[in-house]
């Protein structure tokens, strides 16, 4: 997809942005972002927005109905789509359940787009799509080569932008995220939020394999950002947002216990097998189509997270069973949390 020609529309601040997945992780930073600048928002989701000034449409999106009162109204602008079956490991064991969140989904939420004449469509994708790239550096023009349910519903999503892009002029874009950390991931299941657990628990971390796996992690006030920016361009295509520079899981470790004052010792236990080595992106496409620039450093952004957490005051989901696994692309993580629990960024864990 390449960027398409503009479309008449109010100015940038001025639209209804309908928010799926509003009460999420990502949700909530995005919604404080529209919202801020002046953006009136809907949030849809299974639960209402904490904050009541939101308009909430609270629902099940594979639901009849919910879609259509998402983009009704008049005034909508335009659609962040951010809902998704997000577990990689539950992709695998519920593809079908994943096809119907991921794809089904998108196809009714642009096709009430279109038949409601908003123009504008951003989804979050994943650098999953590409799947095991080795330590290749990976670009939009990688080949899609999904590795599990998850990585594959989000290209079919991607593809169905792109569809609608070329037949009806929308504005549709897909951001391909690596792993977005930041405040408001307690629920998750990814292994920063392992890492801080631990950190809390006075625990330490089991490492698959040597702990070299390379892995780009993205704070979200950054992909926020971009998100910002492709709604403000009328952004189409795809684009991939990271943080450009990869770390190793031993040096995200060596990160978390400067931020924590955490020892966090380390087991090395059998790497396991399928595991991604690296994920290593070039985001030179946002630089220049997006004026996207990274700007909150790992050690900054794991400092917002580590103090998310201790406001929180207590090990939050410290039951997460060993051997679950973190990040989207594969299907393995890099760490645990001894005794009890695993923090490795592998290949495609749990949560996305
Ligand atoms: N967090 C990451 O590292 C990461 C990386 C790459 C891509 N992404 C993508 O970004 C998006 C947001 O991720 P997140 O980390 O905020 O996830 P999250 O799980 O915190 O939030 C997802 C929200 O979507 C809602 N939702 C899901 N399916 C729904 C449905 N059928 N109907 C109504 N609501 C539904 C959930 O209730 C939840 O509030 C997802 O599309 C995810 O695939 C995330």
Redesign the pocket.
């Known amino acids: 997809m390449t960027t398409s020609a503009p479309m008449a529309t109010p100015p940038a601040c001025a639209g209804r942005v309908v928010i799926?997945?509003g009460?999420?992780?990502?949700?909530r930073a995005a919604v404080a972002a529209f919202a801020g600048r002046g953006n009136p928002v809907t949030v849809?989701?299974?639960?209402a927005h904490p904050d009541p000034t939101v308009r909430s449409v609270v629902?099940?999106?594979?639901e009849p109905g919910?879609v259509a009162d998402a983009v009704a109204g008049g005034d909508v602008a335009g659609v962040v789509h951010?809902?998704?079956?997000?577990s990689v490991l539950r992709s695998v064991e519920h593809p079908v359940a994943t096809y119907q969140?991921n794809v089904a989904?998108t196809q009714d939420l642009l096709e009430g787009c279109r038949q409601a004449g908003v123009g504008r469509f951003i989804m979050?994708?994943?650098?999953a799509v590409v799947g095991d790239a080795g330590h290749a550096t990976v670009d939009e023009a990688a080949s899609l080569r999904p590795l599990t349910p998850y990585g594959a519903t989000?290209a079919a999503g991607e593809m169905l932008l792109c569809g609608y892009a070329g037949a009806y002029g929308m504005a549709t874009c897909a951001l391909r995220?690596?792993?977005?950390?930041g405040p408001g991931?307690g629920?998750?299941d990814?292994f920063v939020p392992r890492m801080m657990r631990a950190a809390l628990a006075g625990r330490g971390v089991q490492i698959y394999g040597d702990g070299l796996q390379r892995r780009d992690l993205v704070h979200v006030d950054d992909a926020v950002a971009a998100v910002l920016a492709a709604w403000d361009r009328r952004f189409t295509g795809t684009a991939i947002i990271g943080s450009g520079q990869s770390v190793t899981v031993l040096e995200l470790l060596d990160a978390v216990r400067t931020v924590t004052g955490c020892a966090l010792p380390v087991e090395h236990v059998a790497a396991k097998p399928g595991e991604m080595p690296a994920v290593i992106v070039d985001i030179s496409r946002a630089r220049e189509q997006l004026g996207y620039r990274p700007s909150v450093s790992l050690i900054d952004g794991l400092a917002t997270v580590w103090q998310d957490f201790a406001a929180a005051g207590a090990p939050l989901n410290a039951t997460a069973p060993l051997n679950a696994t973190v990040?989207?692309s594969t299907l393995h993580n890099s760490v645990v949390v001894t005794p009890s629990v695993v923090v490795t960024p592998g290949t495609g864990g749990p949560?996305?």
């Open positions: 799926t997945g009460t999420g992780f990502v949700g849809v989701d299974r639960s629902g099940e999106l594979t919910v951010l809902a998704a079956m997000t969140a989904v979050a994708s994943t650098n989000k995220f690596t792993n977005i950390y991931m629920h998750k990814s990040d989207s949560d996305r």
